[in-house]
């Protein structure tokens, strides 16, 4: 992706924005969302699975998140609903409305896979849960700023997902005196995780030709995505806007362009 003329597709507040080298003349934008499924090869591994049908319900576990952290996921929420609204006309999720957010009393379960909460025919019988943990569980990923969980079965060609919590470490971060992360690109990026996205680049070890690892420098595409596996390390980070890469990959889960169900 070329610095000038780079036309984010959709953009908070809906204006087109274009950074531009100075005295480079700027490429025309004739599109605003991508609308196709575009996905290549180094990136076919990292679909990790898609739910029956949208918009897929998530809750706050109730009594934890102040009306400010609330605004800020629903924000989170609405950077995914936008664009699925415009180019697939339904919402990716459902978390309710900002004055009347849907609430869960679910606690966190170590056996999060053995409760679906889609059933046979793609009717969601509970909700994707977001957590505000205290204290973090994940005692050997410190540095994670979120986490999601999910659980799929199998399916073709694209693994079903039907269940899926999402935890925010208010521990190590956003506390007082830890560091403070843009909690909407956290959940922007966890959001697309619980859609079914991997990361824009594969940063676990192992290697799979089907997903290039972000060691062997992924272009600059794959680097701008919200999907990019950006750490505690970049903490100060801002990518409330989808991207391209998140774009044409989430159509290929989802709406009319998206691989079909067999
Ligand atoms: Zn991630």
Not at 89 to 108: A, Y
Not at 144 to 151: G, L, M, P, R
Not at 186 to 213: P, Q, T, Y
Request: with cysteine.
């Amino acid at each position: 992706m070329s610095v000038c003329g780079r036309a984010f597709s959709f953009l908070l507040l809906g204006v087109l924005v274009t950074s531009c080298l100075p005295g480079v003349e700027p490429k025309k934008s004739t599109t605003s969302s991508i609308s196709y499924c575009e996905i290549a090869e180094n990136q076919l591994g990292s679909l990790s699975g898609r739910w029956r049908s949208l918009p897929i319900p998530v809750a706050f576990r109730a009594d934890q998140f102040t009306k400010a952290e609330m605004q800020q996921i629903v924000f989170a929420v609405n950077v995914w609903n936008r664009f699925f609204l415009k180019v697939h006309k339904v919402n990716l999720f459902d978390i309710g409305t900002e004055d009347s957010p849907r609430q869960s009393t679910l606690n966190r379960s170590a056996s999060l896979c053995s409760k679906s909460i889609v059933d046979g025919t793609g009717t969601y019988t509970g909700e994707v849960v977001i957590y505000k943990n205290m204290k973090w569980p994940y005692t050997n990923a410190r540095s994670a700023i979120a986490f999601t969980e999910y659980c799929r079965r199998s399916a073709n060609p694209i693994l079903e997902m039907h269940v899926a919590n999402i935890d925010i470490n208010y521990e190590d971060f956003f506390a007082e005196g830890k560091p403070q992360p843009d909690l909407v690109t956290n959940i922007v990026h966890e959001l697309g995780h619980v859609a079914g996205l991997d990361h824009s680049c594969n940063s676990k070890s192992e290697s799979d030709a089907r997903f290039v690892g972000c060691g062997s420098n992924p272009t600059q595409e794959y680097q701008d995505a919200v999907m990019y596996p950006f750490d505690a390390s970049s903490a100060g980070q801002t990518r409330r806007v989808l991207q391209k890469n998140d774009q044409a990959r989430s159509n290929c889960l989802y709406g009319g362009d998206a691989y079909p169900w067999n």
